[in-house]
């Protein structure tokens, strides 16, 4: 197992992420196939457990609880989220954190994150009613956290500002970064910011919830004749090996022989060669279906409506790149005036714009997609029942 120094801590570099636990016939978690994952795990060295109050409708962390009882704590580490960005309305923070605590059957946090930072949610965790940061830090002076960070789903702008925001607060952040949104979303932008303000990068969807791990049969015949021998995963996985601030690779397994392949790829640390690597970023481009925007805002300079037109088409490119809850999130952010449907159509933008974007039909689309699409207040129904449940919340 490679492994990494993280604050004085051995921290194994593949780390076991608790999301996408399988499930038996009767739709609960299949404990038995859990318990088997983290055997397999720990025996090759893995020392790291990621979970969060809302992952599989609150039952991730009893779960995890429920596989590593039977192993000493001091030999891992657990990570938990604050799940500001789900909560039904402002709650006692303290006992809502005292909850995880008891499901994880642990007396502190080794890690603990504010749960999916976007242009939407910083107004909760920011919002003086719901005193969320407060909050988490004075359970970090009690010790029942040691090491704070923050896992991250918005633009690049609103990472830079938040970090300048709150310098010395953070030890690492955890974005999505895989060598498909090393462009298509910014991964590589958001890996400079966090490596210059001198946090470490812990990563999430690797694999890119398995969409790299399992290939279109043209590209995976491909890699196959760089490496007979290697999975398509294993490929994702080592390109983030060659990032030197990747302190942390989430990978959400749910069979044992996933956790077998991941570990024969974290056995030791195998550099791309050129060719892998181009190979990699060659079928990356193939996969993306987006606008090629430069955001260099010569569209914003006359809109009528006074759009952020670049933020809005990344919006779109996030649609487009399967990442719709992401870009739903990020547009609930906007006041409404500011929102893709207060385009005008006045073809202005389109006409100054370098790359010859049709921005209008774009907006267009951008706005149906955004009205039809998922939206977070759906997706999170559940998880705020969840919470009034465990406060005994009406």
Same mark, same amino acid.
Not at 37 to 62: C, H, Q, R, W
Not at 200 to 207: A, K, L, R, Y
């Given at each position: 197992?490679?492994?990494?120094?993280?604050?004085?801590?051995?921290?194994? &570099?593949?780390?076991?992420?608790?999301?996408?636990?399988?499930?038996?016939?009767?739709?609960?978690?299949?404990?038995?196939?859990?318990?088997?994952?983290?055997?397999?795990?720990?025996?090759?060295?893995?020392?790291?457990?990621?979970?969060?109050?809302?992952?599989?409708?609150?039952?991730?962390?009893?779960?995890?609880?429920?596989?590593?009882?039977? #192993?000493?704590?001091?030999?891992?580490?657990?990570?938990?989220?604050?799940?500001?960005?789900?909560?039904?309305?402002?709650?006692?923070?303290?006992?809502?954190?005292?909850?995880?605590?008891?499901?994880?059957?642990?007396?502190?946090?080794?890690?603990?994150?504010?749960?999916?930072?976007?242009?939407?949610?910083?107004?909760?965790?920011?919002?003086?009613?719901?005193?969320?940061?407060?909050?988490?830090?004075?359970?970090?002076?009690?010790?029942?956290? &040691?090491?704070?960070?923050?896992?991250?789903?918005?633009?690049?702008?609103?990472?830079?500002?938040?970090?300048?925001? #709150?310098?010395?607060?953070?030890?690492?952040?955890?974005?999505?970064? !895989?060598?498909?949104?090393?462009?298509?979303?910014?991964?590589?932008?958001?890996?400079?910011?966090?490596? &210059?303000?001198?946090?470490?990068?812990?990563?999430?969807?690797?694999?890119?919830?398995?969409?790299?791990?399992?290939?279109?049969?043209?590209?995976?015949?491909?890699? &196959?004749?760089?490496?007979?021998?290697?999975?398509?995963?294993?490929?994702?996985?080592?390109?983030?090996?060659?990032?030197?601030?990747?302190?942390?690779?989430?990978?959400?397994? !749910?069979?044992?022989?996933?956790?077998?392949?991941?570990?024969?790829?974290?056995?030791?640390?195998?550099?791309?060669?050129?060719?892998?690597?181009?190979?990699?970023?060659?079928?990356?481009?193939?996969?993306?279906?987006?606008?090629?925007?430069?955001?260099?805002?010569?569209?914003?300079?006359?809109?009528?409506?006074?759009?952020?037109?670049?933020?809005?088409?990344?919006?779109?490119?996030?649609?487009?790149?399967?990442?719709?809850?992401?870009?739903?999130?990020?547009?609930?952010?906007?006041?409404?005036?500011?929102?893709?449907?207060?385009?005008?159509?006045?073809?202005?933008?389109?006409?100054?714009?370098?790359?010859?974007?049709?921005?209008?039909?774009?907006?267009?689309?951008?706005?149906?997609?955004?009205?039809?699409?998922?939206?977070?207040?759906?997706?999170?129904?559940?998880?705020?029942?969840?919470?009034?449940?465990?406060?005994?919340?009406?």
């Amino acid at each position: 197992m490679i492994y990494n120094d993280f604050k004085g801590l051995k921290l194994s &570099r593949l780390g076991f992420g608790c999301m996408r636990f399988a499930k038996d016939e009767t739709g609960a978690i299949d404990q038995g196939c859990v318990n088997a994952m983290f055997d397999a795990a720990i025996a090759g060295g893995v020392n790291y457990f990621d979970t969060a109050y809302p992952y599989l409708d609150g039952k991730s962390e009893l779960a995890m609880a429920e596989a590593l009882k039977k #192993y000493p704590r001091d030999s891992y580490f657990v990570a938990d989220k604050f799940p500001g960005h789900s909560l039904p309305g402002p709650v006692d923070n303290s006992a809502l954190f005292e909850v995880s605590m008891r499901k994880c059957g642990v007396d502190y946090f080794d890690f603990y994150l504010l749960h999916n930072i976007t242009e939407w949610s910083i107004k909760v965790y920011e919002g003086e009613a719901y005193h969320i940061i407060p909050d988490v830090l004075k359970k970090k002076e009690e010790g029942k956290i &040691r090491h704070l960070g923050f896992s991250f789903h918005g633009g690049v702008k609103l990472l830079e500002e938040f970090l300048n925001k #709150y310098e010395g607060l953070f030890e690492f952040v955890q974005i999505q970064c !895989n060598y498909l949104d090393w462009t298509l979303q910014d991964a590589k932008a958001k890996y400079d910011i966090i490596t &210059r303000h001198g946090l470490g990068v812990w990563v999430m969807e690797p694999c890119r919830g398995g969409k790299l791990a399992k290939l279109r049969e043209a590209d995976s015949a491909r890699l &196959r004749t760089l490496d007979p021998q290697a999975s398509d995963a294993s490929f994702a996985f080592r390109f983030l090996q060659d990032l030197p601030n990747v302190k942390m690779i989430l990978s959400g397994m !749910n069979e044992v022989a996933q956790v077998e392949d991941n570990l024969r790829t974290f056995a030791s640390h195998r550099p791309l060669s050129e060719a892998e690597r181009s190979a990699l970023l060659d079928i990356a481009e193939g996969m993306k279906n987006s606008v090629p925007c430069t955001a260099c805002r010569y569209c914003c300079a006359g809109c009528p409506a006074g759009l952020d037109i670049p933020f809005l088409i990344e919006c779109y490119n996030w649609y487009k790149g399967d990442s719709a809850l992401t870009a739903s999130t990020r547009l609930d952010g906007l006041d409404e005036n500011r929102r893709p449907a207060a385009c005008v159509g006045c073809g202005q933008c389109a006409h100054v714009c370098p790359q010859s974007i049709d921005v209008p039909g774009v907006m267009a689309e951008l706005a149906k997609l955004y009205a039809e699409g998922p939206k977070w207040a759906d997706m999170s129904r559940s998880r705020q029942d969840s919470i009034r449940r465990d406060l005994n919340m009406k």
